[in-house]
């Protein structure tokens, strides 16, 4: 996987957006951006992904810089549940056999405050 | 409810003893995986399963084993020969034949050596 850099903490007031930046300046045209999250003691819950196009779910909207080296994950109103540590991953289409395998960096502790 | 299932969510060992981890889903993917996650760590792969009756060695099979023996199941067996198995085992699932392969997690299971 193409290496991600993430800030290592952000703190969001609740019911504000949580603006979340990842780079990705070494990403190949093939390559598909991951967002994940893991609360503590949990497993990691999907969250997006997007390829040039920025794009939306009920969780959350994606938005990813034309030259695609970077992209900010968006929570348009943040909760006390949404403190989590959040993932950015990037993998290639039709990944196989082992390489299929998702790597976590460490990712950006967000922490939301009351 | 769709989704990934482990059991237990705790688990504790003595040195030398077997224990086996559950892992079911009834999302209908023919991909399982196992992860291990150490504190503060990313995941590392112990191993995969693209359909039933085959699996392969992630980056850190050894003391490990597991079966595939129903599509809905995948177990991690953690040997004698684990040499340090307290951590956090993540259990996913995946379509494979997709060229889009999002990984949905389970819960985990933290197993504990005393």
């Known amino acids: 996987d193409a290496k991600t850099t993430q800030p290592p903490s952000m703190d969001c007031a609740e019911g504000r957006a949580a603006n979340l930046p990842c780079n990705h300046s070494t990403i190949s045209g093939n390559e598909y951006v991951y967002w994940y999250r893991q609360i503590h003691s949990q497993g990691p819950q999907y969250i997006i992904h997007g390829l040039k196009n920025n794009e939306t779910n009920e969780m959350a909207s994606l938005i990813i810089t034309e030259d695609r080296k970077s992209s900010t994950l968006i929570l348009p109103h943040a909760t006390l549940r949404d403190t989590a540590v959040y993932y950015c991953?990037?993998?290639?289409?039709?990944?196989?056999?082992?390489?299929?395998?998702?790597?976590f960096g460490s990712g950006t502790q967000l922490t939301v405050l009351p | 409810d769709g989704g990934i299932t482990q059991s237990p969510k705790y688990l504790f060992r003595k040195e030398g003893q077997n224990v086996t981890l559950s892992c079911e889903q009834n999302?209908?993917?023919?991909?399982m995986y196992w992860y291990r996650q150490d504190p503060g760590q990313g995941l590392r792969l112990i191993y995969y399963s693209q359909i039933v009756n085959d699996f392969q060695k992630g980056d850190i099979a050894e003391g490990y084993s597991v079966s595939r023996e129903k599509k809905e199941s995948f177990p991690l067996t953690v040997t004698s020969a684990q040499k340090n198995p307290t951590a956090f085992y993540l259990c996913?699932?995946?379509?494979?034949?997709?060229?889009?392969?999002?990984?949905?997690f389970g819960p985990g299971t933290r197993l504990t050596v005393l």
């Open positions: 996913a699932s995946s379509r494979w034949r997709a060229v889009m392969d999002t990984q949905y």
């Open positions: 999302l209908n993917h023919d991909a």
């Open positions: 991953i990037v993998r290639p289409l039709g990944s196989s056999g082992s390489a299929r395998q998702l790597t």
